[in-house]
């Protein structure tokens, strides 16, 4: 055995293979597990909050855990010790030796993995609104859509190595009496440190907007506007001054955005700080901030229409968010 992070949080120890299946469906998701119970020797321990929960989890026997899609959640599995081969229902393959491969489990595809005998992961379970709303505030515009990870995570790579070692890091924390687990901002500031991590060692379509590499020339003039846009959401913009920026008439900044972006520049700003009110109200205290507070700081003051609005980008109401 590698190590048992997170001993004082276990979930289940058990030799039982129902009684297994149930305490990973409780922490992580439904699924079938197919293994031999006469060696199996399965332990799980999990800590979570509204972000997101990491787990340590051995079946200390050959198994198979088949899943559906998760829908709201990505998974990903760091492998300590052992190794597993997974399968996703696009055909994607991956195997994971210890130390050197990763999965991430899209929220959209269904996945079955089978287990060494010795195999021991880490593994996080993020809610996709926390890991969308991340990237948007990192990118500095909104993400409506599921990050496509490629099935593997190479963990041999810098990026990689920060990304395993930013995750045992926050598990020996939760261990550690006095750690982050008594201190709610230094847990909230490394937990978003290793989503950070995740969408830079991971590949996905937002990878080369992340490390700066978008293609510009697509943007052309939009360049800098959009660039000034994402910088100062909550100051007062409008399509004189963004045009202004551009060195155009408002018309054809008008008719820029309509080619490149489909839609205009005063709907794209507000797509940008309704991506900002859900980031702020991910992180928020829900018993000490009011929705209204947030909605305001970033210049949406009719109430209704706001959270018109938000639905009609997130699917949920503002309120549905902040206490999530």
Not at 162 to 186: H, I, K, M, N, Y
Not at 212 to 227: K, M
């Amino acid at each position: 055995m590698y190590r048992e992070y997170l001993g004082a949080d276990q979930v289940m120890a058990t030799r039982s293979l129902e009684e297994a299946r149930d305490a990973v469906t409780r922490v992580y998701l439904p699924h079938d597990l197919v293994g031999a119970s006469e060696t199996l020797d399965m332990r799980l321990n999990a800590v979570s909050d509204q972000v997101l929960t990491l787990g340590y989890l051995t079946y200390q026997a050959e198994t198979e855990l088949r899943m559906p899609a998760a829908q709201q959640w990505y998974h990903v599995n760091l492998q300590m010790t052992g190794e597993t081969w997974a399968r996703r229902h696009d055909g994607g393959t991956e195997h994971t030796p210890a130390g050197a491969r990763g999965l991430v489990l899209n929220p959209e595809q269904a996945n079955t993995v089978r287990w060494s005998p010795d195999a021991e992961q880490l593994i996080l379970k993020v809610s996709r609104g926390a890991l969308e709303s991340h990237l948007s505030s990192l990118l500095g515009r909104p993400v409506t859509e599921v990050v496509d990870f490629d099935f593997g995570l190479d963990l041999t790579t810098p990026a990689g190595q920060t990304l395993l070692r930013s995750v045992q890091f926050l598990a020996l924390e939760l261990d550690r009496p006095g750690g982050v687990r008594d201190l709610p901002l230094a847990r909230r500031q490394l937990e978003s440190y290793v989503l950070t991590a995740l969408l830079q060692a991971g590949r996905h379509q937002y990878t080369d907007a992340l490390h700066g590499r978008e293609d510009s020339v697509r943007l052309g003039r939009l360049a800098p506007v959009i660039r000034h846009i994402e910088e100062h959401a909550d100051t007062e913009l409008t399509p004189e001054s963004l045009a202004r920026i551009a060195c155009v008439s408002v018309r054809t900044l008008h008719a820029a955005f309509a080619d490149q972006l489909g839609e205009t520049p005063m709907a794209y700003v507000r797509r940008i700080r309704l991506g900002r009110v859900r980031s702020d109200l991910l992180h928020a205290d829900a018993q000490r901030t009011r929705v209204t507070d947030i909605a305001m700081r970033w210049g949406f003051f009719h109430q209704s229409r706001f959270a018109q609005q938000y639905r009609e980008q997130f699917g949920e109401l503002p309120s549905v968010t902040l206490h999530s």
